[in-house]
Structures are given as C-alpha cells and as structure tokens.
C-alpha cells in the first residue's frame, strides 16, 4: 500500500511538472519584447497610440531625391540602391516610436525568449504571404539570414556575430541560439532581420546588382521607375498584413514616387513648383529664406516646426584617425579651434541651431557636469587608461563670442599644435612638422555642395594657422565607394541614436569595425577602453544601468576627440503642401509621413487654388 502511494505520489507530481513545464514556455511566448522593463503596449492592443486606425486609404504623395540608383538590392555593398526599398519587405517585428526600444510582432505570430535571452524563436503568422501568393516559412527566415551573413553587405556579419546557429523547429518556426555571453539586445536585433523570398532568389545572384524589381512582402511593391531618374511604390492591395496591429493606421498611401534631382537647390525649386508634396527641410538656410513665398503665407504650403524628443546624436567632421596626421590627439583637439559655431550659427543658420557636445545629444544618455555616482564607478575601473580630463573636467567644444575674431582660440590651438611637434614655418608660413618637414594638409571629402559654406570659413580659420584644407565635393556614387573604403582625411557623419544603444556601437566604434570595409567606424577609433564600454553598454540588465554605462561610454568618446562636434535641432522642419492630415499624437521619436494621410477635402481644395509660387 505505501508502495502504491508512492507511486501514485510519483505519477501526480511529474504530471504536475510536467504541466508547469508547459505552462512555463507558454508563458515565454510574447506580442512583443521590451529591451528593458514592460512593453507599453498588451496583447490585446489593436493600434499604436501615435496613428490614426481610421485614416482613409488613397490619394498619392510625391517625394525628392537626391544622386541617381542603378540598382533594386539594397543588401549588398555593389551599386548605388533605390531609395526607400524597405517598403516592400517586412521584417519578423516592428519597432513602435513611443518607447525607448520595444518591437511587437509583425511577420511572426509570437516571439518567445527565454530569461537569460540566450535563444529567440519566432513562429510566423500563418497568413503571412509574398506578393506572388506563396506562404512565408522558416525556410525563407533561415536563408535570408544565412545570405546576409554570405553575401550581404559586410555590416551583417558584424551585426549578427553572436548568432551561434539558426534551426528550423517547424514550417512556420525558426530559432535562433546565440553565442556566450551578455547581450540583452540581441533577440530584438534579431527580430529587425527583413526576411527575403528563397524561391525567388535561388536562380538569380544575390551578390549582383538588379534592376528587375525583386519579389517582397511589405505594404507597397514597385509599380514603375526610370532607372536613376524615378521609382513609383504602389501600395498593395490585399497586402496580407493590412490588419496587423503594429500596422493599423501606416501605409495610407496608395502611391509613394520619388523623383531624383542632382541637388538639393533643384529639389527645393522642384517643390516649390509643386513637383513635390512633402519635404524634410535640413538646411536652415533654405528654411529661413527659400520659402518666403505667397503659397506659404495664403496656407496652401505649411511650413511646421514639429517638435521631437528623440536622440539627436552626433554630427560632426570626422578625423581619419588611420591618417597620420591625426594620430596625435592633441592634433585633432587643437584642429577643433578652426571652427566657430557660434559665428556660423549666427551667420549661416540664422540662429536655428543649438552645439552638439555630446555622442547621445537631447537624451538622458549624454554625459554632462563631472561623472558621479555609478557612472564614476565603472569609469574608474578604466583611470589608468583613460586622460586624466575624464574625470577632472568638463567636456565642452571649444567656443566663441560670434564676432568672427577668434585670435585667441586660434593661438591656443597653435600652441596644442607645437605641444604635438609642429610649428609655423618662418619662410614659407606653412605649419610643419619639426621632425619631418611635412606641410600640414588635409582635404574634406564632401557629397553636398550645401555643405561647402560651412567648411570654407573653417578652411579660413586654418588657413590662419598655415595649414592648407581643400575641399572637395564628389557625386554620391564616388562618395559611397571612398567612404567605404575609408579613403578620405575627414568627412561629414551623422550618427544617429536611438534612446536605447546595443550592438550598432560596435560598428561605430569598435576597433574590430576600424578595419573592416563598409563599417560605420569612419573614424577609425581603436580603444581597447571603448570596447569594454560598449560591451559592458550590450549586456545592461536594467534601464538605468544602461543609462550610466552610454555616459561612460560617452565622455570617454568625447575625450577621445575623434570628431569636431556640429549642431543640431530639437525639431523636425516639415513643408507639404496642404493636402495631408496626421494624428494629433507625436511619437517621442517625432512624426512620420507614413501615418499621414491624403485629406480629400483638402487636396480638393488644394488643387481649386493651384500650387506653385504665385
């Protein structure tokens, strides 16, 4: 009898485990995941909070850009691709633009991770199909990811390296295992991967460039296109995942072409003359004085300021520290001098531009005063290697009173520069090397002639300490192939951030990136103390840790002095002629035209009282 008890005893408790085991990866099937803390967003949710579900869908919005493409594959490091491609591909999960780092399900049903994230497995919804009617499966999951990682540009193998292996656990679900280690991120890294057609790509070359508009699953697929000249996107009309929550009230329109111009003076033109319907504006000189036109003042264009909470990052001219001349860091401080901010800003930019000082600028992430707290801590693991400034002084870019007479930051900078080996020549009046004689010179490689007015009063500056800047402006193909292979002194970079850092500052900083072709380490940084820091920044457990390990990572960069930091807005500048209407709620991350919608009434209206400049 006892024995019989025990038995039984045995039986009921590994049902009883067995049912906990069941429940227990039940429960790691999600919606969505959250980098850090909860998702804001349930699993019962029907929209994001930031877009209209009840936006009509039609009507056509023409956009500008700018260069020329001859190519449809975006993935790989071949050819100058199309703009605004990603529309025709879905991703396994969306990001949403009101949380700091949180992504909700989109070709997958569910998402399942578990504590340690160590593995992600996503199982796709069985409804999801590519534009010819087949059903996405894991297959073309596994092969999309094991191309990129081939084939596609070399960015994929860096940003995917922990991925240990890829199965197929059945047709609609794939998991992905990672390498050891702490990388909190990287099941929502995963979930950003843009799954490809295997069918349709196995007899063609991936590796080639193409001008046969490729097979997708997004919202829109390509109707018509000039090569180089102009592409049209069509919105998809039975589109399998029109009714997918995180895509309710996107995608309203049912056009969206772009037409190429060879600059930005053209494009503005083009769209005062009505050309266009929509514009970006990134130029304060063109927002203070190309617009003062009637079609402005009577409402028929609306110029916006719309205001964004979003990580302003950092902009700035970036040394080529696998140059020589910028080896010495005292060098690249010194250089810094040469550029008066507060006389451009008055100047050029008519005042629209605040300094950017920080790498996470607009964000809780920069670092600002002197480090404390926790922040000091892990700086100090680091004291023996970092500049004693880190911990002394306060970061700030050298400054100005606006005049334009900048006499003594020009003589600091000189004396820096003799501090770092050089001096004016007294015969030729060139800053030379006291060792080897060489004249100081470096050229800026620019792809925009916008940016030419910017640069010259710098030139100017230099030119004050005997050193000779040339300034070149190339097309936007050239410009691509030198950028990528790092042949260049310095250019013109903006890094953008999110409010959430991971794994991108790897190849933003990462000495591993300084050497690989097609990273985003432009400068070249090689600090064995910044890659602690970012890895120490992709294993965060928390919220707040991560805020304090990006502010180490932050002034550490600052004091690296691997850019000349530039400006930056706190507001998105919007023109568009008054056709649209959008929701009432802007997203931290600011407004997107893909939740805007054609008004009826309004381009009615609109198009009663004619467009252009009268």
Not at 210 to 231: D, H
């Amino acid at each position: 009898m006892n024995r019989l008890v025990a038995v039984v005893a045995t039986l009921l408790l590994s049902a009883m485990m067995a049912t906990g085991a069941a429940q227990s990866a039940e429960e790691l099937k999600r919606h969505g995941l959250a980098m850090h803390g909860d998702l804001k967003y349930p699993a019962t949710f029907r929209n994001f909070a930031y877009v209209n579900p009840a936006a009509p869908k039609g009507g056509e919005v023409r956009l500008s850009a700018i260069g020329s493409y001859d190519s449809f594959n975006g993935f790989i490091i071949k050819g100058q691709p199309a703009i605004a491609l990603s529309l025709i591909y879905d991703s396994l999960m969306t990001s949403s633009l009101d949380e700091p780092f949180s992504a909700y399900c989109l070709l997958c049903e569910t998402v399942e991770v578990p504590e340690d994230r160590s593995w992600v497995a996503f199982t796709l919804r069985s409804a999801a199909r590519w534009h010819d009617g087949q059903p996405i499966t894991a297959e073309d999951v596994i092969w999309t990811f094991n191309t990129l990682l081939e084939k596609g540009e070399p960015f994929y193998r860096f940003y995917y390296a922990a991925v240990d292996k890829v199965t197929k656990t059945d047709d609609r679900t794939v998991k992905f295992t990672f390498k050891r280690g702490e990388n909190r991120e990287l099941p929502l890294i995963i979930g950003q991967l843009p799954v490809l057609p295997k069918h349709y790509w196995e007899n063609r070359d991936f590796g080639a460039t193409t001008l046969e508009p490729p097979l997708g699953s997004g919202a829109y697929k390509i109707e018509a296109f000039e090569a180089g000249r102009s592409i049209t996107y069509t919105r998809v009309p039975d589109y399998w995942g029109a009714r997918v929550p995180a895509n309710v009230g996107h995608n309203n329109f049912d056009k969206v072409r772009y037409d190429y111009y060879r600059d930005a003076s053209v494009a503005i033109e083009a769209f005062k003359s009505g050309a266009a319907d929509y514009r970006d504006e990134n130029s304060s000189r063109h927002w203070a004085t190309s617009y003062n036109i009637p079609a402005v003042r009577d409402g028929r264009l609306k110029k916006e300021e719309i205001p964004h909470k979003r990580s302003a990052g950092m902009q700035g001219f970036v040394y080529n520290m696998r140059r020589d001349i910028f080896a010495d860091s005292k060098v690249r401080q010194a250089l810094a001098y040469g550029f008066d901010f507060e006389w451009s800003n008055k100047t050029l930019f008519y005042g629209l531009y605040t300094r950017t000082r920080s790498f996470f600028q607009n964000s809780e992430l920069a670092a600002t005063g002197l480090p404390q707290g926790r922040e000091r801590e892990i700086l100090e693991k680091f004291k023996n290697r970092l500049p004693p400034e880190v911990f002394s002084k306060v970061y700030n870019p050298p400054a100005t009173d606006g005049s334009g007479q900048n006499r003594n930051q020009l003589k600091y900078a000189l004396s820096l520069l003799q501090q770092a080996g050089w001096d004016i020549d007294e015969e030729t009046r060139k800053l030379t090397h006291k060792e080897t004689g060489k004249a100081m010179e470096f050229e800026v490689l620019l792809v925009s002639p916008l940016f030419e007015r910017v640069v010259l009063p710098f030139k100017k500056n230099l030119a004050r300490l005997g050193i000779e800047v040339n300034v070149r402006t190339v097309d936007s193909a050239q410009y691509q192939q030198r950028v990528e292979n790092f042949d260049y002194d310095m250019i013109v970079y903006p890094w953008g951030q999110s409010n959430s850092p991971g794994n991108e500052q790897r190849s933003f900083w990462g000495s591993e990136a300084a050497d690989r072709q097609g990273s985003q380490n432009y400068s070249g940084i090689k600090d064995p103390v910044v890659d602690e820091l970012i890895e120490m920044l992709i294993a965060a457990p928390t919220r707040e840790e991560l805020v304090q390990r990006t502010r180490a990572l932050d002034r550490v960069l600052q004091w690296n002095h691997i850019v000349i930091p530039h400006f930056h807005s706190p507001v998105d500048r919007i023109l568009s002629w008054n056709k649209f209407s959008r929701p009432s709620i802007i997203p931290d991350r600011g407004t997107s035209l893909f939740t805007w919608w054609v008004d009826p009434a309004k381009e009615k209206d609109l198009e009663a009282k004619g467009r252009g400049q009268q």
